[in-house]
């Protein structure tokens, strides 16, 4: 149920946004890796919310950096695997092809994704923020022995 939620929400951004102009930037957060990347597909605003889909690629042994988000955020995993790890350095959830993700908002839930397989990670992201919010806020490595 929770896959065709995020598959519905990411429809719905696409059909809201109609703003299809596609922008490659490097995917934000403390550090990300060497050739992570995001693109923006489509972006729109509803009254003080900013719905953003957003397609990102972690190449494989990289990742995101340590980050949260003012908002809530939906992904689909296109391709490859997504180990997400908390605060704590334990891993929260491991997602795998045709799999979804919800990371929920707030500076107490810092958190980090790698790809620790051998292929890319692609994953389509809706990014549901307060109006004017950055996708993400950087963190400090928490004490993990990763990046």
């Known amino acids: 149920m929770t ?3 995020v598959r ?3 429809t719905a951004a696409a059909v809201l946004g109609l703003s299809l102009g596609a922008t490659a930037v490097p995917a934000s957060a403390t550090p ?3 050739g992570v990347t995001g693109t923006i597909i489509s972006k729109t605003t509803i009254g003080g919310t900013d719905y953003i889909l957003r397609r990102i690629t972690i ?6 950096g340590w980050h949260y988000h003012d908002g809530t955020l939906f992904g689909f995993v296109e391709k490859g695997t997504l180990s ?9 959830g491991v997602y795998r092809p045709h799999s979804t993700i919800q990371e929920p908002a707030g500076a107490d ?3 980090i994704g790698r790809n620790l397989g051998d292929v890319p990670v692609v ?8 109006h004017g919010a950055p ?3 950087d963190a400090p490595n928490p004490g993990c022995d990763f990046q």
């Open 3 to 5: 896959k065709n939620i």
């Open 8 to 10: 519905t929400g990411l």
């Open 32 to 34: 990300a890796g060497p």
């Open 59 to 64: 190449p494989a042994g990289q990742g995101t």
């Open 84 to 92: 997400h790890f908390d605060s704590t350095c334990k891993s929260d």
């Open 109 to 111: 839930h810092v958190h």
């Open 123 to 130: 994953l389509d992201v809706l990014y549901v923020l307060p």
């Open 135 to 137: 996708l993400s806020e």
